[in-house]
Protein backbone atom coordinates (compact mmCIF):
# COMPACT_ATOMS: atom_id res chain seq x y z
CA UNK A 1 0.00 0.00 0.00
CA UNK A 2 3.33 2.46 -0.06
CA UNK A 3 2.36 3.70 -3.52
CA UNK A 4 -1.24 5.13 -1.95
CA UNK A 5 0.01 6.37 1.62
CA UNK A 6 3.14 7.38 2.16
CA UNK A 7 2.81 7.64 6.36
CA UNK A 8 5.64 6.25 8.45
CA UNK A 9 6.20 6.82 12.34
CA UNK A 10 8.90 8.98 11.19
CA UNK A 11 5.42 11.64 10.26
CA UNK A 12 3.95 11.68 13.57
CA UNK A 13 4.18 14.74 15.46
CA UNK A 14 2.48 16.04 18.37
CA UNK A 15 1.70 19.22 18.25
CA UNK A 16 1.54 20.43 21.71
CA UNK A 17 -0.36 23.70 23.40
CA UNK A 18 0.30 25.30 26.74
CA UNK A 19 1.38 28.97 27.91
CA UNK A 20 3.52 27.20 30.68
CA UNK A 21 6.76 26.76 29.57
CA UNK A 22 8.26 24.43 32.33
CA UNK A 23 5.29 21.90 31.45
CA UNK A 24 6.02 22.50 27.93
CA UNK A 25 9.53 21.90 27.93
CA UNK A 26 9.05 18.70 30.54
CA UNK A 27 6.18 16.87 28.39
CA UNK A 28 8.39 17.22 24.89
CA UNK A 29 11.06 15.88 27.05
CA UNK A 30 9.23 13.04 28.12
CA UNK A 31 7.46 12.65 24.46
CA UNK A 32 10.89 13.15 22.27
CA UNK A 33 12.42 10.01 25.09
CA UNK A 34 8.99 8.13 24.21
CA UNK A 35 10.53 8.67 20.14
CA UNK A 36 8.04 11.30 19.64
CA UNK A 37 8.21 14.47 17.71
CA UNK A 38 7.01 17.24 19.26
CA UNK A 39 6.05 21.03 18.16
CA UNK A 40 5.27 23.38 20.81
CA UNK A 41 3.04 26.34 20.91
CA UNK A 42 2.48 28.92 23.72
CA UNK A 43 -0.97 29.67 22.20
CA UNK A 44 -3.56 27.97 20.48
CA UNK A 45 -4.11 30.50 17.72
CA UNK A 46 -0.74 29.03 16.23
CA UNK A 47 -2.90 25.92 15.54
CA UNK A 48 -4.70 27.53 12.89
CA UNK A 49 -1.83 27.80 10.72
CA UNK A 50 -1.43 23.86 10.41
CA UNK A 51 -2.37 22.00 7.39
CA UNK A 52 -5.09 20.19 9.71
CA UNK A 53 -6.59 17.80 7.04
CA UNK A 54 -3.35 15.69 6.20
CA UNK A 55 -1.68 16.19 9.91
CA UNK A 56 -0.28 12.81 10.66
CA UNK A 57 -0.66 13.78 14.30
CA UNK A 58 -2.33 14.56 17.97
CA UNK A 59 -3.05 18.53 19.27
CA UNK A 60 -2.60 18.21 23.05
CA UNK A 61 -3.56 21.00 24.47
CA UNK A 62 -4.31 22.80 28.26
CA UNK A 63 -7.85 24.11 28.77
CA UNK A 64 -7.05 27.17 30.30
CA UNK A 65 -4.92 29.75 28.68
CA UNK A 66 -5.26 33.14 27.80
CA UNK A 67 -6.94 34.46 24.64
CA UNK A 68 -8.19 31.42 22.96
CA UNK A 69 -8.70 28.55 25.71
CA UNK A 70 -8.42 25.14 24.51
CA UNK A 71 -12.16 24.21 24.30
CA UNK A 72 -12.29 27.45 21.52
CA UNK A 73 -9.52 25.76 19.61
CA UNK A 74 -10.47 22.26 19.60
CA UNK A 75 -14.01 23.67 17.97
CA UNK A 76 -11.96 25.42 15.45
CA UNK A 77 -9.75 22.41 14.52
CA UNK A 78 -13.24 20.12 14.47
CA UNK A 79 -14.79 22.69 12.23
CA UNK A 80 -11.84 22.14 9.80
CA UNK A 81 -11.57 17.81 10.24
CA UNK A 82 -13.54 16.07 12.79
CA UNK A 83 -11.48 13.57 12.51
CA UNK A 84 -8.31 15.28 14.10
CA UNK A 85 -7.78 13.79 17.45
CA UNK A 86 -7.65 16.44 20.25
CA UNK A 87 -6.62 15.65 23.46
CA UNK A 88 -7.18 18.58 26.77
CA UNK A 89 -5.48 18.50 29.84
CA UNK A 90 -7.24 19.62 32.69
CA UNK A 91 -7.06 20.80 36.06
CA UNK A 92 -9.11 19.72 39.24
CA UNK A 93 -11.75 22.15 38.63
CA UNK A 94 -12.61 21.72 34.76
CA UNK A 95 -13.32 17.85 34.74
CA UNK A 96 -17.21 19.13 34.30
CA UNK A 97 -15.66 21.23 31.30
CA UNK A 98 -13.78 18.43 29.82
CA UNK A 99 -16.67 16.04 30.20
CA UNK A 100 -18.21 18.86 27.71
CA UNK A 101 -15.44 18.42 25.58
CA UNK A 102 -15.57 14.92 25.06
CA UNK A 103 -19.20 15.33 23.87
CA UNK A 104 -18.07 18.15 22.07
CA UNK A 105 -15.67 15.53 19.93
CA UNK A 106 -12.32 15.75 21.88
CA UNK A 107 -10.56 12.74 21.90
CA UNK A 108 -9.92 12.27 25.48
CA UNK A 109 -9.27 14.26 28.92
CA UNK A 110 -5.75 14.15 30.91
CA UNK A 111 -6.66 15.55 34.92
CA UNK A 112 -3.60 17.30 36.56
CA UNK A 113 -1.31 16.38 38.10
CA UNK A 114 -0.85 12.68 35.69
CA UNK A 115 1.66 9.98 35.02
CA UNK A 116 3.53 10.99 31.71
CA UNK A 117 2.64 7.27 31.22
CA UNK A 118 -0.63 7.42 30.89
CA UNK A 119 -0.43 10.34 28.10
CA UNK A 120 1.61 8.35 26.41
CA UNK A 121 -1.17 5.36 25.93
CA UNK A 122 -3.76 7.61 25.13
CA UNK A 123 -1.46 9.57 22.77
CA UNK A 124 -0.35 6.70 21.33
CA UNK A 125 -3.93 5.65 20.80
CA UNK A 126 -4.91 8.34 19.34
CA UNK A 127 -2.00 8.38 16.75
CA UNK A 128 -3.13 4.84 15.69
CA UNK A 129 -6.81 6.08 15.22
CA UNK A 130 -5.25 9.13 13.25
CA UNK A 131 -3.28 6.86 10.74
CA UNK A 132 -6.07 4.31 9.90
CA UNK A 133 -8.22 7.66 8.93
CA UNK A 134 -5.58 9.24 6.51
CA UNK A 135 -4.79 6.06 5.03
CA UNK A 136 -8.49 5.07 4.39
CA UNK A 137 -8.90 8.80 3.21
CA UNK A 138 -6.14 8.89 0.98
CA UNK A 139 -6.99 5.30 -0.37
CA UNK A 140 -10.74 6.31 -0.43
CA UNK A 141 -9.31 9.47 -2.77
CA UNK A 142 -7.48 6.71 -5.54
CA UNK A 143 -10.97 4.50 -5.38
CA UNK A 144 -13.31 7.28 -5.55
CA UNK A 145 -11.50 9.96 -7.64
CA UNK A 146 -12.96 8.78 -11.03
CA UNK A 147 -16.14 7.99 -12.06
CA UNK A 148 -18.99 5.03 -11.08
CA UNK A 149 -17.30 2.81 -13.21
CA UNK A 150 -13.75 3.13 -12.02
CA UNK A 151 -15.29 2.62 -8.30
CA UNK A 152 -16.73 -1.11 -10.10
CA UNK A 153 -13.46 -2.59 -12.43
CA UNK A 154 -11.14 -1.12 -9.82
CA UNK A 155 -7.70 -0.61 -10.98
CA UNK A 156 -4.88 1.27 -13.04
CA UNK A 157 -3.28 -0.77 -15.20
CA UNK A 158 -3.79 -0.24 -19.29
CA UNK A 159 -5.66 -3.45 -19.51
CA UNK A 160 -8.43 -2.43 -16.70
CA UNK A 161 -8.27 0.82 -18.73
CA UNK A 162 -8.70 -0.21 -21.68
CA UNK A 163 -12.16 -2.55 -20.70
CA UNK A 164 -13.37 0.54 -18.64
CA UNK A 165 -13.42 2.44 -21.76
CA UNK A 166 -14.68 -0.31 -23.92
CA UNK A 167 -17.58 -0.91 -21.54
CA UNK A 168 -18.08 3.32 -21.63
CA UNK A 169 -18.15 2.94 -25.74
CA UNK A 170 -20.82 0.26 -26.04
CA UNK A 171 -23.04 0.67 -23.01
CA UNK A 172 -25.23 2.97 -24.09
CA UNK A 173 -26.05 0.69 -27.53
CA UNK A 174 -28.15 -2.16 -28.06
CA UNK A 175 -25.11 -4.33 -29.22
CA UNK A 176 -25.18 -8.29 -28.35
CA UNK A 177 -21.84 -9.03 -26.14
CA UNK A 178 -19.47 -11.76 -25.64
CA UNK A 179 -17.23 -11.26 -21.94
CA UNK A 180 -14.51 -13.63 -21.60
CA UNK A 181 -12.19 -14.17 -18.74
CA UNK A 182 -10.82 -16.93 -16.75
CA UNK A 183 -12.89 -17.94 -13.08
CA UNK A 184 -13.30 -15.32 -10.22
CA UNK A 185 -12.50 -12.25 -12.84
CA UNK A 186 -15.39 -10.79 -12.40
CA UNK A 187 -17.56 -11.24 -15.82
CA UNK A 188 -21.31 -10.55 -14.19
CA UNK A 189 -19.49 -7.42 -12.73
CA UNK A 190 -18.86 -6.64 -16.19
CA UNK A 191 -22.55 -7.42 -17.32
CA UNK A 192 -24.12 -5.40 -14.97
CA UNK A 193 -21.80 -2.36 -15.40
CA UNK A 194 -23.15 -3.08 -19.53
CA UNK A 195 -26.68 -3.01 -18.32
CA UNK A 196 -26.48 0.05 -15.29
CA UNK A 197 -24.42 2.62 -17.49
CA UNK A 198 -26.70 2.14 -20.39
CA UNK A 199 -30.41 3.06 -21.35
CA UNK A 200 -31.75 0.08 -19.92
CA UNK A 201 -30.39 0.42 -16.46
CA UNK A 202 -34.45 0.75 -15.66
CA UNK A 203 -35.73 -2.79 -16.62
CA UNK A 204 -34.48 -6.01 -15.36
CA UNK A 205 -31.21 -7.53 -15.14
CA UNK A 206 -31.55 -10.75 -15.37
CA UNK A 207 -28.61 -13.37 -14.86
CA UNK A 208 -28.61 -17.19 -15.40
CA UNK A 209 -25.91 -19.51 -14.66
CA UNK A 210 -25.60 -22.10 -17.91
CA UNK A 211 -23.75 -24.46 -16.05
CA UNK A 212 -25.96 -25.01 -12.27
CA UNK A 213 -29.33 -25.13 -14.26
CA UNK A 214 -30.35 -29.00 -14.78
CA UNK A 215 -31.13 -29.80 -18.47
CA UNK A 216 -34.68 -30.88 -17.87
CA UNK A 217 -35.71 -27.33 -16.91
CA UNK A 218 -33.02 -25.54 -18.94
CA UNK A 219 -35.54 -24.67 -21.94
CA UNK A 220 -38.91 -24.00 -19.36
CA UNK A 221 -36.47 -21.59 -17.23
CA UNK A 222 -35.25 -19.80 -20.25
CA UNK A 223 -38.31 -19.47 -22.73
CA UNK A 224 -41.27 -19.95 -19.80
CA UNK A 225 -44.32 -22.72 -20.63
CA UNK A 226 -47.93 -22.42 -20.95
CA UNK A 227 -49.94 -24.16 -18.22
CA UNK A 228 -50.60 -28.15 -19.16
CA UNK A 229 -47.32 -27.82 -21.90
CA UNK A 230 -45.98 -30.95 -19.88
CA UNK A 231 -46.33 -32.66 -15.90
CA UNK A 232 -46.81 -30.64 -13.63
CA UNK A 233 -46.95 -27.15 -15.34
CA UNK A 234 -50.15 -26.26 -14.10
CA UNK A 235 -50.18 -22.66 -14.67
CA UNK A 236 -47.81 -19.55 -16.99
CA UNK A 237 -44.35 -19.24 -16.33
CA UNK A 238 -42.92 -16.21 -18.08
CA UNK A 239 -39.30 -17.49 -18.74
CA UNK A 240 -35.95 -15.71 -18.33
CA UNK A 241 -35.72 -13.98 -21.26
CA UNK A 242 -39.54 -12.91 -21.45
CA UNK A 243 -38.72 -11.49 -17.75
CA UNK A 244 -35.93 -9.57 -19.22
CA UNK A 245 -37.58 -7.57 -21.71
CA UNK A 246 -36.65 -4.14 -21.66
CA UNK A 247 -33.27 -5.05 -19.76
CA UNK A 248 -30.48 -7.10 -19.85
CA UNK A 249 -30.14 -11.09 -20.50
CA UNK A 250 -26.97 -12.35 -18.80
CA UNK A 251 -26.03 -15.94 -19.93
CA UNK A 252 -23.22 -16.94 -17.52
CA UNK A 253 -20.95 -19.86 -18.55
CA UNK A 254 -22.99 -20.37 -21.55
CA UNK A 255 -20.14 -23.14 -22.90
CA UNK A 256 -22.64 -25.24 -20.48
CA UNK A 257 -25.41 -24.77 -22.48
CA UNK A 258 -27.08 -27.70 -24.10
CA UNK A 259 -26.66 -28.26 -27.70
CA UNK A 260 -30.21 -28.61 -28.51
CA UNK A 261 -31.14 -25.43 -27.02
CA UNK A 262 -28.04 -23.50 -28.76
CA UNK A 263 -30.07 -23.41 -31.76
CA UNK A 264 -33.25 -21.91 -30.07
CA UNK A 265 -31.30 -19.29 -28.16
CA UNK A 266 -29.58 -18.59 -31.80
CA UNK A 267 -33.42 -18.09 -33.30
CA UNK A 268 -34.00 -15.97 -30.08
CA UNK A 269 -30.83 -13.52 -30.75
CA UNK A 270 -31.80 -13.25 -34.50
CA UNK A 271 -35.50 -12.57 -34.04
CA UNK A 272 -35.94 -10.90 -30.98
CA UNK A 273 -38.90 -13.48 -30.18
CA UNK A 274 -39.41 -16.81 -28.32
CA UNK A 275 -42.27 -19.45 -27.99
CA UNK A 276 -42.80 -20.55 -24.93
CA UNK A 277 -43.11 -24.06 -24.13
CA UNK A 278 -46.46 -25.80 -25.12
CA UNK A 279 -47.32 -22.36 -27.38
CA UNK A 280 -47.29 -21.70 -31.23
CA UNK A 281 -47.65 -18.07 -30.58
CA UNK A 282 -44.56 -15.78 -30.97
CA UNK A 283 -43.35 -13.40 -28.18
CA UNK A 284 -41.36 -10.43 -29.32
CA UNK A 285 -38.30 -9.31 -27.13
CA UNK A 286 -36.69 -6.19 -26.54
CA UNK A 287 -33.27 -7.28 -25.23
CA UNK A 288 -30.14 -7.24 -24.71
CA UNK A 289 -28.31 -10.35 -25.02
CA UNK A 290 -24.79 -10.67 -22.95
CA UNK A 291 -22.99 -14.24 -22.77
CA UNK A 292 -20.01 -15.03 -20.81
CA UNK A 293 -17.55 -17.69 -20.91
CA UNK A 294 -13.95 -18.55 -19.52
CA UNK A 295 -13.67 -20.95 -22.88
CA UNK A 296 -12.39 -20.45 -25.96
CA UNK A 297 -16.02 -21.15 -27.52
CA UNK A 298 -14.76 -20.90 -31.21
CA UNK A 299 -12.50 -24.17 -30.24
CA UNK A 300 -15.22 -26.17 -28.23
CA UNK A 301 -17.29 -29.01 -29.98
CA UNK A 302 -20.40 -28.50 -28.25
CA UNK A 303 -20.92 -25.16 -28.50
CA UNK A 304 -22.20 -24.36 -31.90
CA UNK A 305 -20.29 -22.15 -34.14
CA UNK A 306 -22.79 -20.04 -35.73
CA UNK A 307 -24.18 -18.99 -31.92
CA UNK A 308 -20.53 -18.09 -31.33
CA UNK A 309 -20.26 -15.95 -34.16
CA UNK A 310 -23.21 -14.25 -33.34
CA UNK A 311 -22.72 -13.57 -30.20
CA UNK A 312 -19.15 -12.50 -30.83
CA UNK A 313 -20.03 -8.89 -32.57
CA UNK A 314 -18.36 -7.34 -29.59
CA UNK A 315 -15.79 -9.27 -27.15
CA UNK A 316 -14.63 -7.86 -23.83
CA UNK A 317 -11.66 -9.44 -22.50
CA UNK A 318 -11.18 -9.21 -18.74
CA UNK A 319 -7.88 -9.57 -17.48
CA UNK A 320 -6.32 -12.50 -15.00
CA UNK A 321 -5.37 -10.82 -11.78
CA UNK A 322 -1.97 -12.50 -12.55
CA UNK A 323 -1.64 -10.19 -15.78
CA UNK A 324 -2.20 -6.97 -13.44
CA UNK A 325 -0.27 -7.57 -10.59
CA UNK A 326 0.20 -3.78 -9.91
CA UNK A 327 -3.33 -3.40 -8.94
CA UNK A 328 -3.86 -5.80 -6.27
CA UNK A 329 -2.69 -3.76 -3.98
CA UNK A 330 -5.27 -1.23 -4.41
CA UNK A 331 -8.07 -3.18 -5.38
CA UNK A 332 -7.18 -5.46 -1.96
CA UNK A 333 -7.44 -2.18 0.08
CA UNK A 334 -11.12 -1.77 -1.45
CA UNK A 335 -12.09 -5.16 -0.94
CA UNK A 336 -10.87 -5.17 2.58
CA UNK A 337 -12.96 -1.53 2.86
CA UNK A 338 -16.21 -3.55 1.73
CA UNK A 339 -15.65 -6.22 4.00
CA UNK A 340 -15.15 -3.96 6.96
CA UNK A 341 -18.69 -2.11 6.24
CA UNK A 342 -19.96 -6.02 6.09
CA UNK A 343 -18.30 -7.08 9.45
CA UNK A 344 -17.85 -3.72 11.21
CA UNK A 345 -14.26 -4.55 11.70
CA UNK A 346 -11.09 -1.85 11.16
CA UNK A 347 -9.08 -2.69 8.44
CA UNK A 348 -5.34 -3.81 10.31
CA UNK A 349 -2.53 -2.48 9.27
CA UNK A 350 -1.53 -4.10 5.42
CA UNK A 351 2.72 -4.56 6.36
CA UNK A 352 4.93 -4.43 3.11
CA UNK A 353 5.11 -8.05 4.15
CA UNK A 354 1.54 -8.83 3.33
CA UNK A 355 1.76 -6.62 0.48
CA UNK A 356 5.04 -8.63 -1.00
CA UNK A 357 3.09 -11.69 -0.61
CA UNK A 358 0.06 -10.48 -2.42
CA UNK A 359 1.84 -9.86 -5.03
CA UNK A 360 3.62 -12.94 -5.34
CA UNK A 361 1.09 -15.08 -5.31
CA UNK A 362 -0.05 -16.39 -8.58
CA UNK A 363 -3.76 -15.89 -7.81
CA UNK A 364 -5.28 -18.60 -9.85
CA UNK A 365 -8.80 -17.82 -8.13
CA UNK A 366 -8.37 -14.10 -9.38
CA UNK A 367 -10.78 -11.14 -7.75
CA UNK A 368 -12.88 -14.01 -6.31
CA UNK A 369 -10.30 -15.30 -4.59
CA UNK A 370 -8.54 -11.74 -3.42
CA UNK A 371 -11.78 -10.80 -2.23
CA UNK A 372 -11.90 -14.00 0.22
CA UNK A 373 -8.06 -13.22 1.21
CA UNK A 374 -9.15 -9.25 2.22
CA UNK A 375 -12.47 -10.95 4.04
CA UNK A 376 -10.38 -12.90 6.34
CA UNK A 377 -7.62 -10.73 6.62
CA UNK A 378 -10.47 -7.97 7.60
CA UNK A 379 -11.61 -10.55 10.28
CA UNK A 380 -8.28 -11.17 12.12
CA UNK A 381 -7.57 -14.54 10.26
CA UNK A 382 -4.61 -14.13 8.02
CA UNK A 383 -2.03 -12.41 7.80
CA UNK A 384 -0.27 -13.52 4.74
CA UNK A 385 0.45 -16.45 2.26
CA UNK A 386 1.99 -19.17 5.08
CA UNK A 387 1.43 -16.92 7.86
CA UNK A 388 0.58 -18.19 11.48
CA UNK A 389 -3.31 -17.73 10.84
CA UNK A 390 -4.10 -19.38 7.89
CA UNK A 391 -4.52 -22.22 10.86
CA UNK A 392 -6.99 -19.92 12.23
CA UNK A 393 -8.74 -21.28 8.69
CA UNK A 394 -8.83 -25.18 9.83
CA UNK A 395 -9.07 -25.60 13.15
CA UNK A 396 -8.41 -29.14 12.67
CA UNK A 397 -10.40 -32.10 14.75
CA UNK A 398 -11.84 -33.19 18.33
CA UNK A 399 -13.88 -31.94 19.98
CA UNK A 400 -15.42 -28.57 20.19
CA UNK A 401 -13.66 -27.11 22.85
CA UNK A 402 -10.24 -28.55 21.30
CA UNK A 403 -10.87 -27.09 18.03
CA UNK A 404 -12.19 -24.18 19.93
CA UNK A 405 -8.91 -24.04 21.79
CA UNK A 406 -6.92 -24.33 18.36
CA UNK A 407 -8.89 -21.32 16.66
CA UNK A 408 -8.24 -19.32 19.61
CA UNK A 409 -4.65 -20.39 19.56
CA UNK A 410 -4.14 -19.09 16.31
CA UNK A 411 -5.45 -16.24 16.66
CA UNK A 412 -3.50 -15.01 19.54
CA UNK A 413 -0.34 -16.34 17.69
CA UNK A 414 -1.23 -14.58 14.67
CA UNK A 415 -1.14 -10.83 16.90
CA UNK A 416 1.35 -11.85 18.50
CA UNK A 417 3.49 -12.41 15.30
CA UNK A 418 1.87 -9.38 13.56
CA UNK A 419 3.27 -6.94 16.81
CA UNK A 420 6.26 -8.23 16.51
CA UNK A 421 6.27 -10.15 19.78
CA UNK A 422 4.81 -6.77 21.65
CA UNK A 423 2.24 -8.03 23.94
CA UNK A 424 0.70 -4.27 24.49
CA UNK A 425 -0.32 -3.81 21.32
CA UNK A 426 -1.73 -7.53 21.09
CA UNK A 427 -4.11 -7.10 23.92
CA UNK A 428 -5.37 -3.83 22.90
CA UNK A 429 -5.90 -4.78 19.28
CA UNK A 430 -8.01 -8.47 20.46
CA UNK A 431 -9.79 -5.75 23.04
CA UNK A 432 -8.56 -7.79 26.13
CA UNK A 433 -7.01 -6.79 29.28
CA UNK A 434 -3.20 -7.49 30.13
CA UNK A 435 -3.90 -9.95 32.46
CA UNK A 436 -6.72 -11.71 30.17
CA UNK A 437 -4.02 -11.91 27.52
CA UNK A 438 -1.34 -13.84 29.89
CA UNK A 439 -3.93 -16.16 31.58
CA UNK A 440 -4.80 -17.29 27.49
CA UNK A 441 -1.54 -17.45 27.07
CA UNK A 442 -0.37 -19.87 29.68
CA UNK A 443 -3.71 -21.68 29.43
CA UNK A 444 -3.37 -22.30 25.74
CA UNK A 445 0.78 -23.18 25.90
CA UNK A 446 1.59 -20.11 23.90
CA UNK A 447 5.38 -18.86 25.17
CA UNK A 448 6.79 -15.66 24.83
CA UNK A 449 10.18 -16.59 26.14
CA UNK A 450 11.53 -15.60 22.11
CA UNK A 451 9.43 -12.28 21.79
CA UNK A 452 10.26 -9.32 23.30
CA UNK A 453 7.66 -7.69 25.54
CA UNK A 454 6.67 -3.76 24.60
CA UNK A 455 4.49 -3.40 27.00
Avoid at 51 to 57: D, E, K
Avoid at 157 to 170: C, F, G, Y
Avoid at 289 to 302: G, I, R
Avoid at 406 to 429: C, H, M, P, Q, W
Amino acid sequence: MQDSVSLSERDRVIHLIDDDADLRHALKQSFELEGLDVVCHASAGAVADLPLRSLYGVLVSDIRMPGMDGMAMMRQVLSIDPTMPVVLITGHGDVQLAVEAMRAGAYDFIEKPFPASRLFSVVERALEKRRLVLENRSLRNALDGGDDLSARLVGRNPAIQKLRAQISAVADTDADVLITGETGTGKEVVARALHDFGPRRKANFVAINCASLPADIFESELFGHEAGAFTGAQKLRIGKLEHADGGTIFLDEIESMPLDLQAKLLRAIETRTIERLGSNREVSLDVRFVAATKTDLANTPSFRSDLYYRLNVITLAIPALRERKDDIPLLFFHLAREARARYRREIPDITPQIEAGLLSHEWPGNVRELRNVADRFVLGMWSGFGGVSEAVVDAGSGSLSERMDSFERAVIAAEIAKNDGVLKATYENLGISRKGLYEKMRRLGISADDMSDGS
